[in-house]
């Protein structure tokens, strides 16, 4: 899928992608595909499914799913490694000062996604990084956890 960016005036660079004649977005494999389908889900909640091309409607869907994914695995790695914490210290260690990932875990998936686009936007380096990378990043830059 081609991508280009665009300066409008007064707002960011703001990655899109070719939606004429380029193919659905069906999966999520590059920050690029994830910014894509998030800026389509974005369009879907603020204007309504009828603003986006009748070929891309399942993007939102992806973006919100694939956003999901990616805060229910964050949540469940918490969860082991503080339990491995209580392990390792025979139930010593203080399990509730102890997170991998300090995110708002009742998030809006609408949300969530502003956050990823928002990040995507001003780190156009990670846009042919995996995507989870960029949806990780965001999400630490926007919930980072105090030590």
């Known amino acids: 899928m081609k991508f280009r960016t665009l300066f409008l005036p007064g707002l960011m660079a703001l990655t899109l992608a070719h939606t004429a004649g380029a193919a659905p977005i069906t999966t999520i494999d590059d920050g690029d ?3 894509a389908s998030c800026h389509l889900a974005l369009t879907a909640l603020d204007r309504g499914l009828d603003a986006i ?3 891309q409607q399942a993007a939102p869907f992806v973006c919100m799913a ?3 994914g990616v805060i229910a695995a964050a949540r469940h790695a918490n969860e082991l490694a503080r339990l491995r914490l209580a392990q ?3 139930g010593k260690g203080s399990r509730d000062d102890f997170n991998l990932y300090c995110f708002d875990w009742n998030v809006r998936y609408g949300d969530a996604a502003r956050i990823v686009l928002r990040y995507a936007r001003q780190h156009l380096d990670l846009a042919h990084q995996p995507a989870e990378r960029l949806a990780m990043k965001a999400l630490q830059d926007a919930w980072p956890c105090r030590r």
Do not use: E, K, M
């Open 88 to 90: 390792v210290t025979g």
């Open 33 to 35: 595909s994830l910014a």
């Open 53 to 55: 091309p009748g070929d």
């Open 66 to 68: 694939y956003l999901a």
